[in-house]
Structures are given as structure tokens and as C-alpha cells.
């Protein structure tokens, strides 16, 4: 049973360039939800995608966007990178059951490592 | 305000001994969850246990276990007999149901296992 993955693994960006990180959630889930981990800090909700849409958007400016494709995986894009969007952006995937219920617990990727110099 | 809290920077702790880590939360929902994930310097965000607000016993999980105080809004984390292997950092998470799915962090507790 594949777990969720994450490309790539690092990544090394300057000021201004566009960035775009990937996310295929574990299987049988339907959901990803994208992360941002700053150094020494836990991690800060971006958005989160269901059926192809943004469901839910944390306090991130608009050069944070996403996609989710048919086949459930996601993207990650950030344009005009800043020095500050360096950190780690973690992925996790989660099955919501019928009506709400049940744990619907997160399973995190590995990570992309975003160095923005 | 603060949704979680861990109050413990960092902890020490030989290895066999059990520990605790601290977790509290403020919500106003009365459907939420409660979760403790491992972080390694690897990165990965490992789950490890999840307790629901309505559930009625602790929560288990082998060497795990969550001490879950509803009135005080604390929802501890029990390791026992650590391992070396569990040195790693520890973050507490909440989700709450009436305000959407996505989880919010603590800071995180950075667990140092002595051999």
C-alpha cells in the first residue's frame, strides 16, 4: 500500500521565480490537504482540495494556489517567491466518510524542501 | 489565542523510562479530534494516535497512549518504555468540525531519548 509521495524531494529557488511542488495521495484517499513548515515551528494549513476544488484556504496569500487532478493528486504552486516561503511544505492525504464521521485522519509525505535565495 | 499549546520545549528521557509529553487546546466546538504525530529529522509527519471529543476511553496504540482530560483540555502523550528510536520532535494537532478539516499545530515538543 503506497504512501502519500511528494516531488521533489529538494528544491532551490531566487526571489521572483514560480514553484511548483507535487503531492499523489496514499491510497483510497480522496483528499490533500497542503502544509507549511517553517524551521523550528509547527506546521501552518495553506489549502485543502476535494473533488477537484479548494475546500478550505488557511491564511495564505493568493501567490499560493493549487490544483487537484481526476486521479485525486495535487499540486502546489507559489509565484513571486519571497525569501520567507523558504521552508518545508508537507502534503497529507485523508478519506472524509459519508456524512463527516470517522477519524479522517491526515497521512503526511515526506516533504518538499523549498530554499528560496 | 493559541489553539494548541505544548509547554515543553524540549524533554529528556532514559531510555526504558516512560514519559509525558504535554498537550492543550481551546476550542468551542464540541466535535473535534485530537492528534499526536512524530516528526524525525527526516521530516516525515508520522501519525501515531487520535482521540475524539466524544469518545469515552483513552486512546491506545502499542507503546502509546493518550491521557485525555476533557474539563481541563489537555490530551497528553504517554511513551513507555522509550526507545532511542523515539527521539524525534512531537506535535499535537486539532481538527474541529465546525470549522472545516484541516488540522492546526502546536509548536511541538523535541524528545531526546538517553541511552
Known amino acids: 500500500d503506497a504512501g502519500v509521495t511528494q516531488s521533489p524531494t529538494h528544491l532551490i529557488k531566487t526571489r521572483g521565480q514560480q514553484v511548483t511542488l507535487r503531492c499523489s495521495p496514499k491510497?483510497?484517499?480522496?483528499?490533500v490537504s497542503w502544509y507549511q513548515q517553517a524551521l523550528g515551528q509547527g506546521p501552518q494549513f495553506i489549502f485543502q482540495?476535494?473533488?477537484?476544488?479548494?475546500?478550505q484556504r488557511g491564511n495564505f496569500p493568493d501567490r499560493f494556489s493549487g490544483h487537484q487532478f481526476p486521479n485525486y493528486s495535487s499540486e502546489l504552486n507559489v509565484n513571486a517567491l519571497l525569501l520567507g516561503d523558504s521552508a518545508l511544505y508537507l502534503c497529507?492525504?485523508?478519506?472524509?466518510?459519508?456524512?463527516?464521521?470517522?477519524?479522517?485522519?491526515?497521512?503526511f509525505g515526506p516533504g518538499t524542501r523549498l530554499t528560496v535565495l | 489565542a493559541q489553539k494548541i499549546t505544548q509547554t515543553q520545549p524540549g524533554m529528556f528521557v532514559q531510555e526504558k523510562e516512560a514519559v509525558t509529553l504535554d498537550c492543550t487546546y481551546d476550542?468551542?466546538?464540541?466535535?473535534?479530534?485530537l492528534f499526536w504525530y512524530k516528526q524525525p529529522s527526516s521530516g516525515e509527519m508520522i501519525f501515531l494516535i487520535y482521540?475524539?471529543?466524544?469518545?469515552?476511553q483513552n486512546a491506545t496504540e502499542g507503546r502509546y497512549s493518550l491521557n485525555f482530560q476533557k474539563a481541563r483540555k489537555s490530551a497528553n502523550l504517554v511513551i513507555s518504555a522509550s526507545q532511542l528510536g523515539d527521539s524525534a520532535m512531537y506535535f499535537c494537532?486539532?481538527?474541529?468540525?465546525?470549522?472545516?478539516?484541516?488540522?492546526?499545530f502546536g509548536p511541538g515538543t523535541r524528545l531526546s531519548v538517553l541511552p
Open positions: 497529507a492525504s485523508s478519506f472524509i466518510p459519508l456524512g463527516g464521521r470517522g477519524t479522517d485522519t491526515q497521512y
Open positions: 494537532a486539532m481538527r474541529e468540525r465546525n470549522y472545516g478539516q484541516n488540522f492546526v
Open positions: 482521540q475524539g471529543s466524544y469518545d469515552q
Open positions: 476550542t468551542s466546538d464540541p466535535s473535534y479530534g
Open positions: 482540495y476535494y473533488e477537484e476544488e479548494e475546500r
Open positions: 491510497s483510497g484517499h480522496d483528499t
